[in-house]
């Protein structure tokens, strides 16, 4: 587990020593950002706040607590996040938020960089850091989003340009994927949207102020990545209907290269059927040249055959 802490100093954001043990942070640090792989250890790192603990398994298994719990001295929010190394697979972000203290649990798949967007002098932008550190948590939420919207958008033009070019090198699986995935993105941008309105909620009942102004206003940038991933589900699924549409012209082309082989060899059929016949008595076969006139007969019938239903566009 990789732990990194901050405190605030004069307005302006600095980094703690990050040995700075759990029951000495409140009143050294303000903001702690604990990256981890096994969330079963944080109950025994997380000890001192016993207030905490007793909803450890909000911290534990954060998959089937996406509800904030708003307690008198604590909020404990899940946020569901993608994956770092396959943005369509899901991971978890716990927020734990106390009077002068905010924690941060983000998994290792999540590489998340809190910091990045933080101005120098916080007291420019917030008159309390706690809300800072929130707007910063949600620029990374929307930048993520952000660019795992772009590499969705591009492996769906890779594949509906496959699909003009060469549309047999596409499978049915991968276009089902593809859409599939898109919709579990949508989901996950859907979810944090959700679950960052209800924890504002919760907050602004209890404080009303600039700073959650601002945050609130970030917030309603999820509006247009939520209309951006809209326009990206619109256009998988017009992708998907494009595949489909394209293969059943080509299964079609197909039952009627068939169908006009049918009709050329029914007469062919039928002429040879009835000279296969085992009658005594058949003039025909009498003759020097019939076996060469019924194969001109034949040829002439499926040529013309041929030529009526290339003219009739059978073969486009």
């Known amino acids: 587990m990789e732990v990194k802490l901050y405190r605030f100093r004069n307005g302006k954001a600095e980094t703690a020593d990050n040995t700075i043990p759990p029951h000495q942070w409140q009143g050294k640090i303000n903001w702690a950002e604990l990256y981890i792989s096994d969330r079963e250890k944080l109950p025994d790192f997380l000890s001192p706040f016993s207030s905490i603990l007793d909803s450890k398994e909000l911290i534990t298994d954060p998959e089937n607590y996406t509800i904030p719990k708003v307690e008198n001295n604590f909020i404990i929010q899940n946020f569901i996040i993608s994956k770092d190394d396959d943005i369509y697979q899901s991971d978890f972000l716990t927020v734990i938020i106390l009077m002068d203290l905010v924690i941060f649990i983000i998994p290792e798949t999540g590489k998340l960089n809190i910091r990045q967007n933080q101005p120098v002098n916080l007291q420019e932008f917030f008159n309390n850091p706690k809300y800072l550190f929130l707007y910063s948590i949600i620029t990374n939420i929307l930048t993520q989003n952000i660019t795992n919207l772009s590499k969705a958008r591009k492996k769906l033009n890779k594949m509906e340009k496959a699909l003009l070019d060469n549309p047999d090198q596409l499978r049915s699986s991968e276009v089902m994927k593809i859409r599939n995935n898109i919709r579990f993105l949508a989901d996950i941008i859907e979810d944090q949207y959700v679950g960052l309105s209800i924890l504002f909620s919760f907050i602004e009942t209890k404080d009303k102020n600039e700073d959650i102004r601002k945050v609130k206003e970030l917030l309603y940038s999820f509006k247009e990545v939520n209309r951006l991933m809209n326009r990206l589900e619109e256009k998988a699924e017009s992708f998907t209907t494009q595949f489909m549409l394209i293969h059943q012209e080509e ?44 194969l001109g007969i034949f040829i002439v019938l499926a040529g013309s055959l041929l030529i009526f239903f290339k003219k009739n566009g059978w073969f486009d």
């Open 251 to 294: 299964s079609a082309h197909k039952i009627n290269i068939l169908t006009i082989l049918q009709a050329i060899f029914i007469p062919l059929t039928f002429i040879a059927g009835v000279y296969g016949m085992n009658f005594k008595y058949m003039p025909e076969l009498n003759l020097q040249y019939s076996y060469f006139v019924i």
